[in-house]
């Protein structure tokens, strides 16, 4: 190439040619030597095969043929979905648990240099933790301590991982997978669990509605016994007052009888016609006092003399 633009120069145009691809090369490399961080990212920038510099977002120039680009790291937050690990519990029961970590780098340079293949070394490191935690607990507590081993592995794994610019936010338990005979005897265990849970909230339930009844019936009675001695009071103050009223009305009749001055022969009279009264009911015997025979046998004479 440099063969054909040395011939090509011994001419005006062949000189303008050469000049024109000069300047594109030298342009063409001062383009690749700008370089665009974006967001949320940074580039790892070698000297010479020794690290120079981390490049931030924006725009940057690297040397050319000197500066390299040795790395390219995202700064998101990244899930590590690692497969079923094989665990066994305190009372040896072997169990299979996948977990799942959030982490994010946070020192790019210890995350370019500090470790081989960081994200395996992760997941190594995750087994065996959760081993060890495992270990120390039996079956039981593994099933309702996930909250625990979640903690224990966050905080071992951000601690390791520290020396390898890695911030570990989160670790999940994904799975819980015991054996088979074991996951039969739990669904016994929770039918079970569940029929005695539904007898107790029956005979609860029963002994409620029995409480119910039996205080229904309680206040029924109690109700009827004061109706009756509401009416019963009710009856013996309408008697007193009829019997008051009968009293008063006797009195004032003796009084009228004494404001008028009657005498026996009328006292006789009235009493001739409440006999009868009396004779014209049912009675087939009237028994009639002395005294008011005279008046009887009077009044028939003056009858005979009005007729005469």
């Known amino acids: 190439m440099t063969q054909a633009i040395l011939s090509s120069s011994s001419s005006p145009a062949g000189a303008v040619v050469a000049i024109v691809v000069i300047v594109a090369i030298l342009l063409a490399g001062v383009i690749s030597c700008i370089r665009i961080v974006p967001q949320a990212a940074t580039f790892i920038v070698e000297r010479l095969?020794?690290?120079?510099?981390?490049?931030?977002t924006g725009l940057h120039f690297k040397v050319p043929f000197i500066d390299k680009v040795a790395k390219k790291i995202s700064l998101?937050?990244?899930?590590?979905?690692?497969?079923?690990?094989?665990?066994?519990?305190?009372?040896?029961?072997?169990?299979?648990?996948?977990?799942?970590?959030?982490?994010?780098?946070?020192?790019?340079?210890?995350?370019?240099?500090?470790?081989?293949r960081p994200i395996?070394?992760?997941?190594?490191?995750?087994?065996?933790?959760?081993?060890?935690?495992?270990?120390?607990?039996?079956?039981d507590q593994t099933l309702t301590s996930r909250?625990?081993?979640?903690?224990?592995?966050?905080?071992?794994?951000?601690?390791?991982?520290?020396?390898?610019?890695i911030k570990v936010n989160r670790v999940e338990l994904k799975n819980i997978i015991p054996p088979k005979e074991i996951q039969a005897a739990?669904?016994?265990?929770?039918?079970?669990?569940?029929?005695?849970?539904?007898?107790?909230?029956?005979?609860?339930?029963?002994?409620?509605s029995a409480i119910r009844v039996a205080e229904g019936e309680k206040e029924a009675?109690?109700?009827r016994a004061e109706a009756k001695k509401e009416a019963a009071i009710r009856e013996a103050e309408g008697q007193a007052e009829a019997i008051l009223a009968i009293q008063e009305a006797t009195a004032k009749g003796l009084a009228m009888i004494k404001d008028v001055g009657a005498d026996e022969g009328l006292i006789a009279l009235k009493g001739l016609e409440a006999l009868e009264k009396v004779g014209q009911g049912q009675s087939t015997k009237i028994i009639i006092p002395s005294e008011l025979q005279g008046i009887a046998g009077l009044t028939t004479s003056i009858k005979e003399i009005a007729k005469s």
């Open 49 to 56: 095969g020794t690290y120079k510099t981390t490049w931030e």
């Open 76 to 116: 998101k937050e990244k899930v590590a979905d690692f497969a079923p690990q094989a665990v066994i519990t305190k009372d040896n029961v072997t169990m299979q648990i996948d977990t799942v970590i959030f982490y994010q780098v946070l020192d790019p340079k210890l995350y370019t240099y500090g470790i081989e």
């Open 120 to 139: 395996v070394a992760i997941e190594n490191l995750s087994a065996t933790t959760l081993r060890n935690i495992i270990g120390d607990l039996e079956l």
């Open 147 to 165: 909250d625990i081993i979640n903690t224990r592995m966050r905080e071992i794994l951000d601690e390791a991982t520290d020396a390898w610019g």
């Open 186 to 208: 739990m669904e016994k265990q929770m039918k079970a669990e569940r029929e005695k849970r539904e007898k107790i909230l029956i005979a609860e339930g029963e002994k409620e």
């Open 221 to 223: 009675a109690i109700l």
